[in-house]
């Protein structure tokens, strides 16, 4: 059977055993490579035979003659560093900055296979990367040591070149801290007392200097605290609640003193990260600080929730250095300077007599209250330096531990470990054995780590800790990895366990990667350098599991009719989302790691795939065996050695903020032949807020199955330096066949980041902000069919006192909704109903839907012009005792802002709407009715804090007869679900009806973790306190409309359940009790009175045996 790339199949895994070019060799016997975690079983496109010729004949040399020539080459170029450096440093203001020149060529046509590996082998338009010591790129910062390199002296530095970072800067070699940690409720000052929900700890930095300080240097420290001073109102409601727990509350360090030389220093806050510079006196060797940490209610890595805390990336002001890295990134960008830590002194300010990690006694027992205070001082190769320490404290975790190849694994989880515990697990055991999964994957990292040469030393200690994290399932951090108290709080099969275990081990992997390579080079090579090779480590981590190489969308493409998979594969509005979905870049709504949170480098992810397109199997191979056994090396030299190619362009492009990119398929031609094939012209179409290399692959399909795979490597001048491409392109894919053409597709391995940009394509004629960015990646595009869900409200009050079947029935309305469109199309839709209500025993209804304007989300635009068409047959059971079959055609628009609509916390909904309904008797009665309804209304959500919001709907309708009378059926109610749903849905009507509504949403319970058979999550209890009022026109006629006598209202209060299904889409149920106001009788309304009338229809005497004092409605949404 023939491989599709709309296909998932198991990948052949491949035994590693890639020779590196210097003749080191990873090998394994049970350790299996794939370059790729998402390729399936494929050929490579063969690229130009020059690749080969080119390659450094160095590099496949005997390791002795290799070594030999290295020595030589690194003596001669100490030379000519002594020598020449002052030369070029004296001319350096005479030159510019020049990006090299990228490859050239292109890949095109029919071949064997689809694309794996890299898209292009081009030629290059360049001279080859000679051997090390002959760099094209800067390596000036590559450290020989794993400390700091020592600044010359005054009398050794004459006319030397500026030090990195400048000599404007002073340098730390140490760090020694003092904690003493006030948790919440304890009294750290006379008078004062931390709030329970939040901690403080006060500290006592020395920064030991790397030499004295000169003259008017300054030390600038990074103040991780300041991060999310602002709630980020960017974001939707979903991903907003994994970085704020309640009302946002921000961090805070306040510094108190800061000491040098025996003097006191005055501190300045500069940029908008609020930086802490201090500018020293001449002679100082070190900088003392006094501060205090503000610790808020807030998620993981900064934050305390239920007690439990972390203090990581805030423990003191770091030290750093610029950023150093592309040509686009921002120049203000700092990274954190790894550093030799000590931490001296940590203790509970209640408990000072405990020491962490002892056992404490009856009395200090008393006082920790069943808490505990955890550090983690060191990497896990104690001889690295390191960014920053961990610090967490909270309730005893439990701990769990084993010895493997001399490294202490240390597991710190919340739950204790169930009966059935892993690999044995029970499917719907409500606790998961969280410490015997990240047992097993750290122990198989470990035996990768030690075949790959960065094997931990002999008594090393890798910890990991469970607690409230939110944004991911887990986060590396120098000397610890978290991972969040919901990891595995899904439907936990194998292949859905995985996506979670992935990341976990992707963290423990660059948990050991960090490890190796700080302190090696500049602290911004190492950082995207150890990310790099921790994401091939979690590679070969997955090849030797022998996990299934799908993604959400592939294990879930059947299901996508189902409403919360298709919401959850395609608006990003869940849980965790980035676990689920392949890509080759670590997308941050927030960068909000303390490694990342001050620059614009990308993670190691994205380096590693950029290469993974250029360096073929065996290239890659060495590329990474090379700095394992050789961390000092320059990576961009050995990539460079590797590849044999120069790469300059390549650094200069990716080491910043990721570009925004669109591409298109902007048309596509066939025509017949005389020689009966067809032949194909396939344009793709790129625009970029810069110039722009970027491999692009494309995937073809003829009618029958035959399947073709064309690559492009995004040069739109070939051999121009990256400055001068242009950031607009095309590209023009020829290709012969011998049926029509199915389908196209852009990108089929989905390893692009595009945002919207191009206004037009085959497909999509429309603003380029405002479409999805994906949509024109298919010709022609995928139809969508969706169940859109069952809704199903009950009038639960009125229910009960109903004495007819017929008016039971009347008392709940229910709904089947379908929706169609064009896959990833936000320019139209298709909506379809099947219901049954209070007034029709069955109807059905169309909706189709234009949207217009900016988008409000992922999947939808901001503007939305419908028309809805809808027919029912009426049931006699209510108060018209004539049926019949109604027939409405509604023309309505609504602009509307809300980013999340399940529980909207932020913007507003305006709307407005002209109906025309006609009523034909089918009993052969002629009193056939006919009308007009105008709708209009305002809602809008005024957010208090986060979790709570005051929420206020305001709308009006009026209908006028059309030649008929009218029946209570054409009236508008001012009862019931949708109205005051205090009175029942028959009690008020009238032809003008206005209302004004309020409520109170606010979160009761949050954080909560009630599985219910692991199918369904409850995460958080709320409330909401309602009220609202009405006025009603006269049933005749518009008179008494605003009168003294026309309004009703209402009280009542909602009790609201958020829950996730599988662990994944979010979804909520909400009952509510609502009181009547102002409820009287006697009120006349077309010939009758009401409400007597609704007990005269169903046979009873007392009305009041209808008309409960409270009324009690379940639904599945909130009312506006």
């Not at 501060?291 to 993981?300: G, K, L």
């Not at 122990?443 to 990768?448: K, L, Q, S």
Request: proline residues 6%.
């Amino acid at each position: 059977m023939k491989e599709s790339a709309d296909m998932v199949m198991e990948p052949r895994h491949q035994t590693l055993a890639l020779a590196h070019t210097a003749g080191a060799t990873w090998t394994s016997a049970g350790v299996k490579l794939r370059r790729h975690l998402d390729v399936r079983p494929q050929r490579r496109i063969p690229g130009p035979s020059s690749i080969v010729a080119s390659l450094d004949p160095l590099a496949t040399s005997r390791p002795i003659l290799r070594r030999m020539i290295v020595v030589l080459g690194f003596a001669v170029a100490m030379i000519v560093l002594g020598v020449v450096a002052p030369l070029l440093e004296s001319l350096a203001g005479a030159g510019s900055h020049a990006v090299a020149a990228p490859p050239t060529g292109s890949v095109e046509g029919p071949v064997e296979g689809p694309v794996e590996g890299p898209v292009a082998a081009p030629e290059v338009d360049a001279t080859p990367a000679s051997g090390a010591g002959e760099s094209v790129v800067d390596s000036a910062a590559e450290s020989e040591a794993r400390q700091p390199a020592p600044e010359p002296s005054e009398d050794e530095r004459g006319e030397a070149p500026v030090a990195t970072p400048s000599n404007a800067e002073a340098t730390v070699a140490r760090v020694r801290v003092e904690l003493t940690v006030w948790r919440g409720g304890d009294h750290p000052r006379e008078g004062d007392r931390v709030a329970r929900r939040r901690s403080e700890v006060e500290g006592r930095a020395s920064y030991e200097l790397t030499h004295p300080a000169r003259a008017q240097q300054r030390l600038v420290l990074l103040d991780y605290a300041e991060l999310l001073r602002d709630e980020p109102r960017e974001l939707d409601e979903i991903a907003l609640s994994t970085y704020v727990a309640g009302p946002s509350e921000r961090a805070r360090t306040i510094v108190a003193s800061v000491y040098a030389g025996g003097q006191e220093l005055t501190p300045k806050r500069v940029g908008a990260r609020r930086d802490i510079e201090i500018e020293l006196p001449a002679g100082v060797t070190e900088v003392t600080i006094a501060y205090r940490v503000e610790v808020p209610h807030r998620y993981w890595p900064l934050g305390c929730v239920w007690r439990r805390c972390s203090l990581s990336g805030a423990i003191a002001p770091l030290p750093s250095e610029p950023a150093r890295g592309g040509v686009w990134l921002p120049a203000d960008g700092r990274v954190i300077t790894p550093v030799e830590w000590v931490v001296d002194h940590a203790r509970f300010g209640a408990v000072p007599s405990w020491a962490p990690g002892t056992e404490p006694t009856t009395e200090q027992a008393k006082a920790l209250d069943g808490q505990e205070l955890v550090i983690t001082r060191e990497a896990i190769d104690p001889r690295a330096v390191i960014a920053y320490p961990s610090v967490f404290w909270g309730p005893r975790w439990h701990h769990t531990q084993i010895w493997h190849r001399g490294v202490r694994v240390r597991v710190l989880h919340i739950d204790v470990r169930p009966g059935d515990q892993y690999p044995q697990e029970n499917l719907l055991h409500p606790l998961h054995d969280v410490a015997g999964h990240v047992l097993s994957i750290a122990t198989a990292a470990i035996d990768i780590a030690s075949v790959v040469s960065i094997e931990p030393p002999p008594d090393a200690e890798l910890t990991v800790v469970q607690g409230p994290l939110r944004s991911d399932v887990s986060m590396f951090h120098p000397t610890a990895v978290m991972v969040s108290d919901q990891y595995l709080e899904l439907f936990a099969t194998k292949r859905l366990a995985k996506f979670h275990d992935i990341q976990v081990a992707r963290s423990i992997c660059d948990l050991l990667a960090y490890a190796h390579f700080s302190g090696r080079h500049d602290s911004s090579t190492d950082l995207w350098l150890s990310g790099s090779f921790g994401v091939v480590l979690a590679q070969l981590w997955q090849r030797a599991r022998d996990l299934r190489d799908e993604y959400a969308v592939d294990l879930l493409a059947a299901w996508t009719f189902v409403p919360a998979i298709d919401s959850f594969l395609y608006s990003g509005q869940a849980s965790f989302s980035s676990a689920y979905f392949r890509g080759s870049e670590d997308q941050w709504p927030v960068r909000h790691h303390p490694l990342f949170f001050a620059n614009e480098l990308p993670s190691g992810r994205r380096i590693h795939e950029k290469l993974s397109d250029l360096l073929d199997d065996p290239q890659l191979a060495g590329f990474y065996a090379e700095l394992g056994q050789n961390p000092d090396s320059d990576p961009r030299v050995v990539a460079e050695q590797a590849w044999g190619r120069e790469l300059g362009w390549f650094f200069d492009q990716w080491l910043g903020p990721y570009p925004e990119v669109d591409y298109a398929i902007t048309d596509v031609r066939s025509r017949k032949g005389d020689d009966g094939r067809w032949h194909h012209e396939i344009t793709i179409s790129r625009d970029s807020d810069r110039p722009l290399i970027e491999p692009i692959q494309v995937y073809v399909n003829e009618r029958g199955g035959q399947d073709h795979y064309l690559a492009w490597n995004g040069e739109a001048l070939p051999g121009a330096d990256l400055l001068d491409q242009p950031s607009a392109a095309q590209h023009v894919f020829t290709l012969d066949t011998e049926r029509r053409l199915a389908s196209v597709r852009l990108d089929p391995r989905a390893r692009l980041v595009e945002t919207s940009r191009i206004s037009g394509s085959v497909i999509r004629s429309a603003r380029g902000d405002s479409s999805d960015p994906l949509f024109n990646n298919r010709a022609p595009a995928k139809t969508r069919f969706v169940y859109r869900g069952f809704g199903f409200s009950v009038a639960a009050s009125e229910l009960a006192t109903a004495s007819t079947t017929q008016a039971r029935f009347n008392a709940i309305s229910a709904a089947l909704a379908f929706e169609a469109s064009l896959r990833r199309d936000l320019r139209r839709t298709a909506e379809f109903y099947a219901y049954t209500n209070s007034e029709a025993n069955l109807g059905g209804r169309t909706r189709f839907n234009f949207y217009f304007g900016a988008k409000r989300n992922r999947q939808q635009r901001r503007l939305r012009l419908s028309n809805t068409n809808s027919i029912a047959w009426l049931n006699t059971g209510g108060l018209d005792q004539a049926g019949g079959m109604r027939l409405v055609e509604r023309l309505s628009l609504s602009h509307s802002t809300y980013k999340y609509g399940g529980w909207p916390e932020r913007g507003h909904i305006v709307y407005g709407s002209v109906a025309g309904s006609q009523t034909v008797r089918l009993d052969g009665a002629t009193d056939h009715r006919f009308s007009l309804n105008f709708d209009a209304g305002w809602a809008q959500m005024w957010p208090l804090a986060h979790h709570h919001v005051l929420a206020t709907l305001v709308e009006a309708s009026v209908v006028a007869p059309l030649a008929s009378k009218l029946e209570f059926r054409s009236l508008n109610r001012g009862g019931g679900l949708g109205a005051l749903v205090g009175f029942t849905s028959n009690e008020l009507y009238g032809r003008g009806v206005a209302r004004s509504l309020v409520e109170y949403r606010h979160v009761i319970l949050d954080d909560l973790r009630i599985p219910l058979f692991n199918l369904i999550f409850v995460r958080t209890i709320s409330g909401a306190l309602f009220g609202g009022v009405t006025t009603l026109s006269g049933c005749d006629d518009y008179s008494g409309w605003f009168g003294s006598n026309s309004w009703y209202g209402q009280v009542g209060y909602g009790l609201a359940a958020r829950f996730t299904w599988l662990g994944v889409a979010p979804q909520l149920l909400r009952v509510d009790a609502a009181v009547p106001l102002g409820r009287r009788g006697g009120r006349t309304c077309l010939g009758e009175t009401l409400p007597d009338y609704i007990a005269e229809v169903q046979g009873i005497d007392d009305v009041d045996r209808l008309l409960p004092p409270f009324n009690i409605n379940v639904t599945f949404s909130h009312p506006f």
